[in-house]
């Protein structure tokens, strides 16, 4: 039962590059997102899509755009890559989709993390 | 996370009790989460509380809400090495779509 899959774990990237992460969920969940998780910062939303075919900002969309491709899998792209956006990645679904909340299926199952470097 | 705090380390003995704490400042959020992060790894749900309750217990865990001083406290009895990660608080804010606001972590370290 893979969950949620992440790729790459590691990217080393030089200003003004461009690269897009992968995610992919196996579980059925309507909703995905990314965060990035900084230290001392916590986890900060970057883009969400609450089902197949939508996507909206989070707190920190800038510099970032996301595609949902089908109900699997939620790309994140940098366009132009920034010192700035150096950062550990998260891809997270849940089951949740448009209806209403409780907290089953709020519960955010995450990937392992994508540490990217931008020099 | 600015809006949800927590001590950043905290250490404690094999054996002892951790008690890690989180402050919040929505008095809307319905659920209140803890997630723990081993190393390397992305966060997993360790337990959640309901805003209409003021405690919650699951086996070495227990969860005590503060509604009153948006206080939300995580008890880990026996606290063993295993334990050892960051643990996240969240709350689920009401006013946009599962909008989760997760605080910067607190990383316990757990010493013979």
């Known amino acids: 039962n893979a969950g949620v899959t992440q790729t790459p774990k590691f990217q080393v990237l030089k200003t003004g590059q461009s690269m897009t992460l992968q995610c992919a969920q196996d579980?059925?969940?309507?909703?995905m997102y990314w965060y990035r998780q900084d230290p001392g910062m916590g986890l900060r939303l970057i883009y969400y899509s609450a089902s197949e075919g939508t996507t909206d900002k989070g707190e920190v969309p800038n510099g970032y755009n996301v595609s949902r491709l089908n109900k699997r899998e939620f790309s994140l792209r940098l366009e132009s890559a920034a010192p700035s956006q150096t950062s550990v990645y998260f891809c997270a679904s849940s089951e949740r989709g448009l209806g209403a909340r409780s907290a089953t299926n709020e519960k955010l199952f995450f990937g392992s993390g994508t540490q990217l470097s931008v020099l | 996370g600015e809006d949800v705090e927590q001590s950043l380390f905290l250490s404690v003995r094999e054996g002892d009790s951790s008690v890690i704490n989180c402050t919040y400042t929505?008095?809307?959020?319905?659920?209140l989460y803890w997630y723990k992060q081993e190393p390397g790894a992305g966060l997993q749900l360790l337990t959640y509380i309901f805003s209409n309750m003021d405690m919650k217990q699951d086996q070495r865990l227990t969860v005590l809400l503060n509604k009153k001083d948006k206080h939300l406290s995580l008890r880990i009895a026996d606290t063993q090495t295993g334990d050892s990660a960051i643990y996240f608080c969240a709350e689920s804010r009401t006013g946009g779509y599962n909008k989760l606001i997760f605080g910067a972590g607190t990383r316990l370290a757990v010493h013979p």
């Open positions: 579980m059925n969940h309507n909703s």
């Open positions: 929505d008095s809307s959020s319905t659920y």
